[in-house]
T-cell receptor, first 112, second 113 residues
Framework: DAGVIQSPRHEVTEMGQEVTLRCKPI?????LFWYRQTMMRGLELLIY????????DSGMPEDRFSAKMPNASFSTLKIQPSEPRDSAVYFC??????????FGPGTRLLVL | GESVGLHLPTLSVQEGDNSIINCAYS??????FIWYKQESGKGPQFIID?????DKRQGQRVTVLLNKTVKHLSLQIAATQPGDSAVYFC????????????FGTGTLLAVQP
C-alpha cells in the first residue's frame, strides 16, 4: 500500500517567493496533519484537519502560512512570502480518527 | 555566530545489548502514547503504541512500559542492531476528542558494532 505522499521532496527558493507543499494522505484516513521540524524547535504541529475541516491551526506561525484540504485525498501548505527562517523539513501525516499517525517522507525546504 | 539547537539526549549501546529509552510526558489526561523512530533523512516511523488502560505492550523486539503514576514511558529494544540507530520520539495524545499528538524532543540511539 502507498504511504503518505509528499511533493516536492526538496525545494530551494529565494526569499519572498511563494512556496506550495503538497500531500496525499493514505486512502481511508480522515485526519491529516502538517508538521515542521527544525534543529531549534524539534517537531511542531502546524495544523490538522478532520474530514477535510481545519480543527486546530494554533501552530501556524503567522499569516504567511496557510493550509487547505479541498478533498479527502489532497492537501496543500502554502508560504507566501517565504523567509529564510522558514527553512525546515515539513512533514505531512495522516490517520484514521484518533488512531496512529503515519508520516510522509517530508519536504526539505531551503529559503535563501 | 554559534547556533543553538535542541540538545538531543544520546544513548550509546553495543550491538546485541538491550536498549532502554525513557520519556516523561506532561499531561496526566493523556490516554494514548506512541513511539516513533526517525532515521536520517526520513519521516518518523511508527514503532509501537499503548493506551492508558495498559501498563505494558510487546511487539517484535520492542516493549513499551507505561507508568501513569509518575507520567513515564519507556521503550525497550532487545538485542539492539545497527539498523536500530536513529532518533526515537515519544508522543502523547491529550485525550478527549482531540486528535493532536505532542512530541518529545527525541533520543538519539547510537549502536556500536
Amino acid at each position: 500500500d502507498a504511504g503518505v505522499i509528499q511533493s516536492p521532496r526538496h525545494e530551494v527558493t529565494e526569499m519572498g517567493q511563494e512556496v506550495t507543499l503538497r500531500c496525499k494522505p493514505i486512502s481511508g484516513h480522515n485526519s491529516l496533519f502538517w508538521y515542521r521540524q527544525t534543529m531549534m524547535r524539534g517537531l511542531e504541529l502546524l495544523i490538522y484537519f478532520n474530514n477535510n475541516v481545519p480543527i486546530d491551526d494554533s501552530g501556524m506561525p503567522e499569516d504567511r502560512f496557510s493550509a487547505k484540504m479541498p478533498n479527502a485525498s489532497f492537501s496543500t501548505l502554502k508560504i507566501q512570502p517565504s523567509e529564510p527562517r522558514d527553512s525546515a523539513v515539513y512533514f505531512c501525516a495522516s490517520s484514521r480518527l484518533q488512531e496512529t499517525q503515519y508520516f510522509g517522507p517530508g519536504t526539505r525546504l531551503l529559503v535563501l | 555566530g554559534e547556533s543553538v539547537g535542541l540538545h538531543l539526549p544520546t544513548l550509546s549501546v553495543q550491538e546485541g545489548d538491550n536498549s532502554i529509552i525513557n520519556c516523561a510526558y506532561s499531561n496526566s489526561a493523556s490516554d494514548y502514547f506512541i513511539w516513533y523512530k526517525q532515521e536520517s533523512g526520513k519521516g518518523p516511523q511508527f514503532i509501537i503504541d499503548i493506551r492508558s488502560n495498559m501498563d505494558k505492550r510487546q511487539g517484535q523486539r520492542v516493549t513499551v512500559l507505561l507508568n501513569k503514576t509518575v507520567k513515564h514511558l519507556s521503550l525497550q529494544i532487545a538485542a539492539t542492531q545497527p539498523g536500530d540507530s536513529a532518533v526515537y520520539f515519544c508522543a502523547e495524545n491529550y485525550g478527549g476528542a482531540t486528535n493532536k499528538l505532542i512530541f518529545g524532543t527525541g533520543t538519539l540511539l547510537a549502536v556500536q558494532p
